[in-house]
């Protein structure tokens, strides 16, 4: 009787799905950029946004604007990407084909 009751105990625990801790990383000029938590706009689909964290690092949500290479802050500044900016990570990553 013990071993049944072993045996659906370990059977019950496989069949629970735990949540899944996914995030992409890369590394990118040296550093590890990993998107942690991405949505892209429905109004306009070249728009993405992200928090992401350089080194470990987490950012605060930015919206990433792979038309005009921009990211915007939660302040509202608009900062053009730097060269390997996380924003030239998150376009290239979505690109369209």
């Known amino acids: 009787m013990k071993s049944v009751t072993f045996l659906l105990l370990l059977i019950l625990s496989f069949a629970v799905a735990f949540p899944a801790l996914a ?4 590394n990118w000029d040296g550093h590890q950029i990993c998107i942690l938590d991405i949505k892209r706009s429905a ?20 919206v990433y604007n792979c038309r ?5 802050q939660q302040d509202g ?3 053009p990407f730097e060269h390997n900016d996380p924003g030239e990570l998150i376009c290239s990553f979505f690109k369209k084909s």
């Open 23 to 26: 995030s992409v990383c890369r």
């Open 43 to 62: 109004k306009n689909y070249w728009e993405y946004r992200a928090a992401v964290s350089i080194d470990g690092v987490k950012t605060p949500i930015e």
């Open 68 to 72: 005009s290479k921009v990211k915007v």
């Open 77 to 79: 500044t608009a900062l």
